[in-house]
């Protein structure tokens, strides 16, 4: 029991993916001033909303040791968790700057900046244990918001569900077995958000529903 509970347990000096391991030692080099270690999730221990984004991005949670803090793509995501009672402010530019999250948490399905922003499959497998601990920490009929298909795929595997069974689509909805209920969006990047592949809007149509599943904030 102790050997599964370890597995799953966040290594903030975790080495199991090599080319990501030599990427961050590389990065470091480059940017001393970067946090360059696997980033740690962001938000309750036990939370009703269970963010999952891709990984960090290199000047991003590379950079500030924060899911989703110093680059594009958290700008979107504060902002819309902020509209709807989730973060107590609508920017998060830094692990010290006091922000704090309500019934919600944030995390990524891998926890080490990849090259180009694009992991391999097996990294995203080595990471999976740790996603498996934090779905074991959200609350019973909890709410997971997957950001994007890879987020959504690691998920899926962590769980023990077949993909198959589980189809990503933005906006959609599965009511899983377990008790959780998944909800999908394109990922809250530059690039989606500049192409209008996902407006303000369309995400704050997820969260909203969201929070209607997760209830008011106590």
């Known amino acids: 029991m102790k050997d599964a509970q370890a597995a799953t347990t966040f290594d903030p000096d975790c080495r199991r993916c090599p080319r990501l391991a030599a990427f961050l030692t590389q990065s470091a080099q480059q940017y001393p001033r970067y946090h360059c270690r696997p ?12 963010v999952v984004g891709l990984a960090p991005g290199f000047h991003g949670a590379n950079a500030t040791g924060r899911p989703f803090t110093g680059d594009y793509a958290g700008v979107l995501l504060y902002e819309t968790l902020h509209a709807y009672g989730f973060a107590s402010a609508a920017v998060s530019r830094s692990v010290d700057d006091g922000l704090q999250l309500h019934q919600c948490r944030i995390t990524n399905a891998v926890r080490c900046v990849p090259p180009k922003n694009k992991p391999t499959a097996a990294e995203v497998g080595n990471c999976n244990p740790y996603l498996r601990g934090e779905l074991d920490a959200v609350s019973r009929s909890g709410v997971v918001l997957a950001l994007g298909t890879i987020a959504h795929r690691a998920i899926v595997a962590a769980l023990g569900l077949r993909q198959r069974d589980v189809v990503f689509g933005h906006a959609a909805g599965h009511r899983l077995a377990q008790g959780l209920t998944l909800l999908e969006s394109y990922h809250c ?9 996902l ?20």
Not at 199 to 217: K, N, P, S, W
């Open 199 to 218: 407006t303000g809007e369309m995400f704050r149509d997820v969260v909203g529903h969201a929070r209607e599943l997760v209830g008011a904030d106590s």
């Open 189 to 197: 990047s530059r690039y989606n958000t500049q192409t209008r592949r």
């Open 39 to 50: 980033v740690p999730s962001f938000g309750e221990e036990r939370p009703r909303l269970l």
